[in-house]
């Protein structure tokens, strides 16, 4: 991106963070910025806090607000961004930024001033003067067409997957789609897989390949210095339950399990015997998941699962006994991680857009062990989610953005597991799965 074009968005971007800061105040009660005193951000913290659990202090917050003078204007950080955006109720700073953006008007061209003449021209001059102004007039609007059509903004790049759909193992071929075929500098440009792996990838060729292992629908999402822009596709669909070994640490690869050791009736399960045989080591921490992806019409916010799970029994590198239940959308997907008590700090929520971390959020009532069996029923309803363990509630949550039809299941053990009874139906349709 040329100097230019960054001096653009940096403009376009402080306009937004102060109708941001605007809209925050009014929501307050207290719109004039400018008469704010020390209590009124000491105030606003707390506020931000109790909605959005992201702690700004009120000095933080007086440089956002332009209280405090700096050389340079004050540029928050993506999470304390995202928190003013979520405090007017907005799902992150990215949908704030989009929909504002769109309302932000042009400031209107400047008019030409009248040529002051000390005599007055005749008819002829005046003839003359008018083509003058038009030809200058043209000129600056075909230069001003012209640089305004080179100028790529974040929305203007898609991320696109030539061949998004498959089965595991698949090689996914990525590249970007800019506006107009403007040039930029694509090496700015990363890609987060959204499959586990740590390491993103620059598109520094015209095209990116990356090896996806597993069965799922994945959303990996593209980054421009640092800011996430778009998202895509990547849909490796199974032929009914499927089943995928890994070892802690070992990102390199993961080992199939041949489906017939699948019991394929009333339980849902593999012996340590067939894993070791497929190459596992069972001394190391390993997962094992089972996935069974397809496409539906069951609505994925609109539906009652119920399954009965068991977790793996203590063993050597097993010690927490964790499963993840996840449900895959069209667009998102919801994930529900249950784990003995004891080390629910390691525990995760995912409903759509809302996420919730067992290392900074309060999720014990998700400190269940499993590894006697436990009856599980998940039932989404209009957006609202609710989570059974034994016919007790230990969830009660809802999302904004619905995820679409449902596009699989997978449910993933620490060590070996099992499930049975799974049901899984639309609440309208009364579609199974």
């Not at 009248?114 to 102004?133: D, G, M, N, R």
Request: aromatic share 10%; glycine share 4%.
């Amino acid at each position: 991106m040329n100097e230019e074009s960054l001096q653009a968005e940096n403009i376009l971007f402080f306009r937004n963070l102060d109708s941001c800061c605007q809209k925050i105040a009014e929501q307050t009660g207290n719109q004039d910025i400018a008469s704010w005193k020390n209590s009124d951000y000491v105030k606003l913290s707390g506020l931000l806090y109790r909605k959005t659990k992201v702690h700004l202090g009120e000095n933080t917050l007086k440089r956002i607000f332009g209280k405090v003078k700096t050389s340079n204007r004050y540029y928050p950080q993506k999470a304390t961004r995202d928190a003013l955006a979520q405090f007017i109720d907005f799902r992150d700073w990215q949908e704030f930024e989009r929909i504002n953006s769109l309302t932000i008007e042009k400031a209107p061209a400047p008019r030409p001033q009248p040529l002051e003449v000390p005599i007055q021209p005749s008819t002829k001059a005046k003839h003359t003067l008018k083509v003058i102004l038009f030809a200058i007039v043209l000129l600056l609007g075909i230069s001003l067409w012209v640089y305004l059509k080179s100028l790529v903004g974040d929305r203007d790049i898609q991320l696109l997957c030539l061949n998004p759909n498959g089965i595991s193992p698949h090689s996914a071929l990525f590249k970007l789609s800019v506006k107009n075929n403007a040039k930029i500098k694509r090496s700015e440009y990363l890609i987060d897989f959204a499959d586990g792996s740590s390491v993103k990838k620059s598109f520094s060729a015209d095209l990116v390949n990356h090896y996806y292992e597993a069965p799922g629908r994945y959303f990996p999402v593209l980054f421009h210095h640092q800011k996430p822009i778009d998202t895509g596709r990547v849909y490796l669909q199974t032929k009914g339950w499927d089943l995928i070994a890994a070892v802690e640490h070992d990102t390199t690869r993961v080992y199939p399990v041949n489906s017939t050791v699948l019991q394929n009736q009333k339980k849902v399960s593999v012996s340590t015997a067939a894993l070791i045989q497929s190459g596992v080591d069972t001394t190391k921490t390993f997962f094992v998941s089972f996935a069974n992806i397809k496409p539906t019409t069951i609505s994925a916010d609109n539906f009652e699962l119920n399954v009965f799970i068991q977790t793996s029994p203590s063993r050597p590198g097993v010690r927490c006994s964790q499963t993840d239940l996840i449900v895959y959308g069209e667009n998102n997907f919801h994930s529900i991680n249950l784990i003995k008590p004891e080390c629910v700090v390691w525990s995760n929520l995912k409903f759509s857009e809302k996420q919730l971390d067992g290392t900074k959020d309060d999720l014990r009532p998700q400190g269940q062990d499993l590894r006697s069996g436990k009856h599980v029923k998940l039932r989404i309803e209009n957006q609202n989610a609710h989570l059974f363990v034994d016919n007790r509630e230990i969830i009660n949550t809802s999302y904004k953005i619905p995820i679409g039809k449902l596009m699989g299941v997978k449910i993933r053990f620490a060590g070996v597991g099992s499930f049975e009874d799974f049901q899984l139906n639309d609440l309208k349709t009364k579609e199974s799965f």
